[in-house]
């Protein structure tokens, strides 16, 4: 008996589509966090990227519960004196939906080489529409 370990070039990758509309941000993240990583898959391997591409539509519609959408604070810093910015939930959502789910994945992938690999697998589109048709990306529903 010996462990199999999936080499890179023998991955097979599939591409799926999750509608975010009306679902919980965390939820959407870590399911898609989970396919990008190949958790799914039976040929698992940690150190080797064996996930799916992402692509998640209609960003622009996700939710958060309780007190989250007033009390979530994205940080970012300018690296110069007193360049601490910050903005809640709601202006995030107004300005960019698609940088909101993309933080949340992020935050769920390894932090190193893989997960920067992994995280270039995943496509955020705020509306309906989204330029991998040719792809053919099969549609997923989350369970709620």
């Given at each position: 008996?010996?462990?199999?370990?999936?080499?890179?070039?023998?991955?097979?990758?599939?591409?799926?589509?999750?509608?975010?509309?009306?679902?919980?941000?965390?939820r959407?993240?870590?399911?898609a966090?989970?396919?990008?990583r190949g958790?799914?898959?039976?040929?698992?391997?940690?150190?080797?990227d064996?996930?799916?591409?992402?692509?998640?539509?209609?960003?622009?519609?996700?939710?958060?519960?309780g007190?989250?959408?007033?009390?979530?604070?994205?940080?970012?810093?300018?690296?110069y004196?007193?360049g601490?910015?910050?903005?809640?939930?709601?202006?995030?959502?107004?300005?960019?939906?698609?940088?909101?789910?993309?933080?949340?994945?992020?935050?769920?992938?390894p932090k190193?080489?893989l997960?920067?690999?992994?995280?270039k697998?995943?496509?955020?589109?705020?509306?309906?529409?989204?330029p991998?048709?040719?792809?053919?990306?099969?549609?997923?529903?989350?369970?709620?």
């Amino acid at each position: 008996m010996s462990t199999y370990y999936a080499k890179q070039g023998e991955v097979l990758r599939e591409w799926l589509l999750i509608d975010a509309t009306d679902q919980v941000l965390g939820r959407v993240a870590s399911e898609a966090a989970q396919i990008l990583r190949g958790k799914r898959k039976p040929q698992y391997t940690p150190h080797v990227d064996t996930g799916d591409f992402v692509i998640i539509v209609n960003a622009s519609k996700i939710r958060v519960t309780g007190a989250k959408a007033t009390g979530k604070v994205y940080y970012r810093h300018s690296g110069y004196p007193g360049g601490l910015k910050e903005e809640t939930f709601t202006e995030a959502m107004t300005k960019h939906p698609e940088r909101v789910i993309e933080h949340a994945v992020k935050g769920m992938l390894p932090k190193n080489t893989l997960g920067r690999a992994m995280g270039k697998k995943l496509k955020v589109y705020a509306g309906p529409d989204h330029p991998h048709k040719a792809q053919n990306p099969r549609a997923i529903t989350l369970e709620v």
